[in-house]
T-cell receptor, first 113, second 115 residues
Framework: AQSVTQLDSQVPVFEEAPVELRCNYS??????LFWYVQYPNQGLQLLLK??????LVKGINGFEAEFNKSQTSFHLRKPSVHISDTAEYFC???????????FGTGTSLTVIP | DAGVIQSPRHEVTEMGQEVTLRCKPI?????LFWYRQTMMRGLELLIY????????DSGMPEDRFSAKMPNASFSTLKIQPSEPRDSAVYFC?????????????FGDGTRLSIL
């Protein structure tokens, strides 16, 4: 089973500043990688996914993530955050041979006006 | 297209009572997942189904929890008897074909409070 680590449980950042949310996973085998966002009182919504190909993946709302196989990381970035980006962000990993997703514990992003 | 629909959105009940959570997956999705989210444990997979058949229920905390999927458009998660430590947000998710490269689609969750 995969282990997904989101080291930062809370990230405060000022509006229009850049942000990086970190995600590391345990296995070096081939994986699929996802970032989800959860707004208050809502379910998880897909931000972006990496399946194969280019290691830089662009998602919705101006977010992007970079897959780094050697470091087993999939960090999420946005060059300029908005108040509306305040939410919980989850990194998830799945393996081609399985059906399960393995979720990190989440990072709470708070954008300060 | 309608997303995953869960009901109720909120449930408050006294310990010892039976609780039933409901989920309608996205039409055509073959896989259905039940998760529990708490501050302490984060997002935990409880059970998942493929074509209405339970595949892995190793995440179900104990015998008080049971889940069924009588048809492709409906699933229930039941807790009997309920306890205060069951208080959490319960999510249902579905995915097409269940392949691991397909993202899971989540409902808005049921916020359960056991007094």
């Amino acid at each position: 089973a995969q282990s997904v680590t989101q080291l930062d449980s809370q990230v405060p950042v000022f509006e229009e500043a850049p942000v990086e949310l970190r995600c590391n996973y345990s296995s070096s085998v081939s994986v699929y990688l996802f970032w989800y966002v959860q707004y208050p009182n809502q379910g998880l919504q897909l931000l972006l996914k990496y399946l194969s190909g280019s290691t830089l993946v662009k998602g919705i709302n101006g977010f992007e993530a970079e897959f780094n196989k050697s470091q087993t990381s999939f960090h999420l970035r946005k060059p300029s955050v908005h108040i509306s980006d305040t939410a919980e962000y989850f990194c998830a990993v799945s393996e081609p041979t399985g059906n399960q997703f393995y979720f990190g514990t989440g990072t709470s992003l708070t954008v300060i006006p | 297209d309608a997303g995953v629909i869960q009901s109720p959105r909120h449930e408050v009940t006294e310990m010892g009572q039976e609780v039933t959570l409901r989920c309608k997956p996205i039409s055509g999705h073959d896989y259905l997942f039940w998760y529990r989210q708490t501050m302490m444990r984060g997002l935990e997979l409880l059970i998942y189904f493929n074509n209405n058949v339970p595949i892995d229920d190793s995440g179900m905390p104990e015998d008080r929890f049971s889940a069924k999927m009588p048809n492709a458009s409906f699933s229930t998660l039941k807790i009997q008897p309920s306890e205060p430590r069951d208080s959490a947000v319960y999510f249902c998710a579905s995915s097409p074909q269940g392949k691991s490269n397909q993202p899971q689609h989540f409902g808005d969750g049921t916020r359960l409070s056991i007094l």
